[in-house]
C-alpha cells in the first residue's frame, strides 16, 4: 500500500470508509453538488478524495485538495445517512492538513489573510482598553453582523440588555471559524484562545450569532481550548416569551433554518415560538424544514472559494419562498442574512423583530 499521507485517515478512518463504500444515500441532500451537478463534490465524492489523498492513492495537489473546500458544513447529508456521518468536520480536519502544506484555494487564502490583518489592528485596540465591567454581559454578536450587518448588531445588543436586564458588553475577540473553515488550524486555536480569555472574567456570557455558538461549544473543545459556554440568544429570547409584544406591524412571515442553528445546535422550536410569539401565528414553512431543511449557501467559506455555486443556492431558497407565497423571510445567521440580502430578498434576522418586540422591564 501507498505510504500514509494525511493524518486525517488516523483519526477519521471509519467515516472515510463508510463514504468510500456507500451507494450514496445521502446525495441528494448536499446543496453543494446539487448545483454543480459533479460527482466529485457529492458527500461521497469529497470524503472519496480525502480519503484517496490520506492514503497517499492521489498526488497532494490544488486539483485534488478542492473537494474539501465544497461543503457549506450544513450537516444535511448527516441527516439522511444511517451511520448519521460528520461529513462536515472530517473535510473540516481535510482542510486544515491541505492548508498546512499550501494546497488551499485562493478563496481561503484570502479569507485567512484578511482575518489576520484584521486581528493584527484589533491587537493595538485591545492593549489600550480599560477593565471591562464584570457585572456586564458578554454578548458575542458574531462578525459576520457587525461587519455586514450592523443594524442587526445593534439589535441584537439592545434585545441582550433588555433580556438579561444587565448592562451588554460586545466581545472584541472574533470566534476564529472564518479560519476553521479557511484550513488555518493554528489560527484558529490562536483566535479561540483571545476569546477564551476575553470572557473568563464576568458572570454571563451570550452568543448570537450560532456559527461562532457552535464553534465555541464545540469546535473549542475538539481544539483543545476550554471556554466558558455561552449561553444563545434564541434561547433568552423564549425563556422570555411573556414580555414579547405582539406587533401588528409584522408581515406574514417565513422562517428559513439555519444550519448552523438547526442541525449544528438542535435549535428548531424556539425560533417558531419567538415567531409566533410576536406575530399572532405559526410561521410560514419551507418545503424542507428543521432537520431537513435546505442551506442558504452561506456557510463553509463557500461563499469565497465558489461564489457561483453559493449563490446559485441563495438564489433556489429565494425562488421557493417566493413560489410559496412570499412575505418576510426571517432567519438567524448573518451568513443566511447576508446572502439573502444580496442576492436580493429583503430578509431581516430574528434578532431585530426580537428587539422591536421586547418590553422593557
Ligand atoms: S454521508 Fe453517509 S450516506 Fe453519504 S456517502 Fe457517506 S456514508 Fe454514505
Ligand atoms: S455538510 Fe452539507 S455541504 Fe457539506 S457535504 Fe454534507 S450536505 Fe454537502
Same mark, same amino acid.
Given at each position: ?91 473540516? !480536519? ?60 445593534? !439589535? ?27 484550513? !488555518? ?71 428559513? !433554518? ?15 415560538? %419567538? ?11 419551507? %418545503? ?74
Amino acid at each position: 500500500m501507498s505510504q500514509l499521507r494525511l493524518k486525517l485517515l488516523e483519526q477519521h478512518r471509519t467515516s472515510l470508509e463508510k463514504c468510500v463504500y456507500c451507494p450514496k444515500l445521502s446525495r441528494a441532500a448536499c446543496p453543494v453538488s446539487n448545483v454543480e451537478a459533479n460527482e466529485t463534490v457529492t458527500p461521497w465524492g469529497k470524503m472519496s478524495m480525502a480519503y484517496f489523498a490520506a492514503r497517499g492513492d492521489v498526488p497532494l495537489d490544488a486539483p485534488h485538495a478542492d473537494p474539501a473546500w465544497a461543503c457549506s458544513a450544513c450537516y444535511a447529508c448527516r441527516e439522511r445517512c444511517d451511520h448519521k456521518n460528520e461529513v462536515a468536520t472530517v473535510l473540516t !480536519d481535510a482542510r486544515a492538513e491541505l492548508f498546512a502544506r499550501g494546497l488551499e484555494p485562493e478563496g481561503a487564502r484570502r479569507v485567512a489573510a484578511r482575518f489576520r490583518a484584521r486581528e493584527d489592528g484589533r491587537a493595538g485596540e485591545r492593549d489600550g482598553r480599560a477593565q471591562p465591567d464584570p457585572a456586564a454581559v458578554h454578548v458575542l454578536v458574531g462578525c459576520g453582523y457587525e461587519r455586514h450587518a450592523p443594524d442587526v448588531a445593534r !439589535d441584537a445588543l439592545e434585545a441582550t440588555e433588555a433580556l438579561t436586564g444587565a448592562p451588554v458588553r460586545p466581545v472584541r475577540a472574533c470566534c476564529g471559524l472564518p479560519l476553521l473553515y479557511a484550513g !488555518d488550524r493554528p489560527g484558529f486555536e490562536a483566535a479561540a484562545r483571545r476569546l477564551a480569555a476575553e470572557v473568563e472574567a464576568g458572570e454571563r456570557f451570550v452568543a448570537v450569532d450560532p456559527g461562532c455558538a457552535r464553534a465555541v461549544r464545540v469546535e473549542y473543545a475538539r481544539a483543545g481550548v476550554s471556554v466558558k459556554s455561552p449561553e444563545l440568544f434564541v434561547d433568552l429570547a423564549q425563556a422570555s416569551l411573556d414580555r414579547l409584544q405582539r406587533s401588528t406591524s409584522e408581515r406574514r412571515v417565513r422562517y428559513h !433554518d439555519p444550519c448552523q442553528l438547526g442541525r449544528g445546535l438542535d435549535r428548531y422550536d424556539a425560533p417558531r415560538e %419567538i415567531l409566533a410569539r410576536i406575530t399572532g401565528r405559526p410561521p410560514e414553512e419551507f %418545503i424542507h424544514r428543521r432537520e431537513h431543511a435546505d442551506c442558504s449557501g452561506g456557510g463553509g467559506l463557500v461563499p469565497a472559494t465558489r461564489p457561483a455555486s453559493s449563490a446559485a443556492i441563495a438564489d433556489g431558497r429565494i425562488a421557493e419562498h417566493r413560489a410559496l407565497g412570499g412575505g418576510l423571510l426571517v432567519t438567524h445567521c448573518a451568513q443566511s442574512l447576508r446572502r439573502f440580502r444580496t442576492r436580493g430578498e429583503p430578509a431581516e434576522d430574528l434578532a431585530s423583530l426580537v428587539a422591536r418586540a421586547v418590553a422593557p422591564r
